[in-house]
């Protein structure tokens, strides 16, 4: 066993071993809708997800209250910001009524991300889909503050929908991406990316960025520091491709196109970054964290670099959405066996 399948014990999860459609994946995607124009794209995509996992869809537009300081809303205006949410909401919801099937709305009160969380909590979510900002527009972060507050504490996965995201009335995927890093918790995203590369019939690349190893230095690097990091390099492409290739393999037989993508020359962030443009993407399956994940952050340093840097949409595998991973391995988003062995 190579070292890239090396994991520690407390970052396993369940290697799941067949690829079919055997049922729901998830009871309910919900996806945040404001007034901003960054909203009509992402109903696209929480239609396209909902249909591939058999899951019902709520489209969720919050109410919010007015700064503190500015007292308490005149009840006949809040009526009317009520009236008129529901009635753009119903609207919407026609629109897609005969792509999406199960869908209904809801309005809800309060302050967005707090609400958003405990709603889809209470009705156990396992998807939610926003845009990375909203009604206040990009800023100078690379999230809004909702998208931020809700990546950290929303149940389940999210999917992330960017401005640069193409403009579409229905949305087709048909080019995914994994990035796959040898760790456990890069691969418990393969189910979801299987489930969905099926249903949509989708091309999946499985990519591997083999970094320059770090070499200490205090001044210009010797002969033999070259050597020695000119034969790691090489050594960790071997590796990635046996490694992509095993998974390749056995994703094939599933009925699923495939390619094994090793990446070099770079570094890993950018590296991915640049590859999701370069392969014209159209949805990244990853998770939030990796083999050097820390349990007191939400996400690791390349997730965060695609949040910032990525022009496709990306669904993010967050730390604690492992009921929804379990719900998807047991529909039938799954390896023909274990994935590293």
């Known amino acids: ?22 049922g729901p994946a998830f009871r309910r995607v919900m996806a945040c809708v404001d007034t901003s124009a960054l909203a009509r794209k992402v109903i696209p995509h929480a239609v396209a997800i909902a249909k591939a996992m058999e899951a019902a869809l709520t489209l969720v537009r919050v109410l919010e209250p007015a700064p503190t300081g500015e007292g308490p809303p005149d009840p006949v205006e809040w009526d009317i910001r009520r009236h008129q949410a529901r009635d753009q909401l119903d609207q919407l919801v026609q629109e897609q009524r005969d792509e999406a099937g199960r869908i209904e709305a809801e309005v809800v009160e309060g302050h967005p991300a707090e609400k958003i969380c405990l709603w889809a ?18 800023t100078e ?10 990546i950290d504490s929303a149940p389940g996965m999210v999917l992330l929908v960017p401005p640069s995201a193409p403009e579409a009335r229905i949305v087709h995927y048909r080019r995914l991406l994994v990035p796959l890093d040898g760790s456990s918790r890069a691969e418990s995203t393969l189910p979801l990316a299987l489930r969905l590369a099926k249903a949509e019939g989708a091309e999946l690349l499985l990519a591997h960025v083999v970094p320059v190893p770090e070499l200490t230095e205090v001044g210009p690097l010797e002969a033999g520091d070259l050597e020695l990091r000119g034969k790691l390099v090489r050594r960790n492409e071997r590796v ?12 094939v037989k599933g009925g699923i196109s495939a390619r094994a993508l090793v990446l070099c020359d770079g570094d890993v ?17 990853l998770s939030a964290q990796g083999r ?7 996400f690791g340093s390349v997730a965060a670099y695609l949040i910032a840097h990525a022009v496709a949409p990306l669904l ?10 379990r719900r998807v391995a047991a529909a039938g988003g799954r390896l023909p066996s274990h994935a590293t062995q």
């Not at 066993?1 to 055997?22: F, G, I, K, Q, Y």
């Open 292 to 298: 050097s994940g820390h349990s007191d952050v939400p």
């Open 240 to 251: 990635a491709h046996d490694y992509l290739d095993r998974i390749r393999a056995r994703v």
């Open 316 to 325: 993010i595998m967050c730390r604690h959405s492992v009921r929804a991973t």
């Open 121 to 138: 909590r209470d009705h156990r979510v396992e998807l939610t889909v926003l845009a990375t900002h909203g009604e206040g527009g990009s």
């Open 141 to 150: 972060w690379d999230l809004g503050s909702t998208a931020r507050k809700i």
């Open 269 to 285: 962030r950018s590296r991915l970054a640049r590859a999701i443009a370069d392969e014209a993407v159209d949805l990244v399956v």
């Open 1 to 22: 066993m190579s070292e890239l399948s090396l994991h520690r014990e407390d970052e396993r999860v369940e290697r799941p071993n067949t690829v079919a459609n055997s």
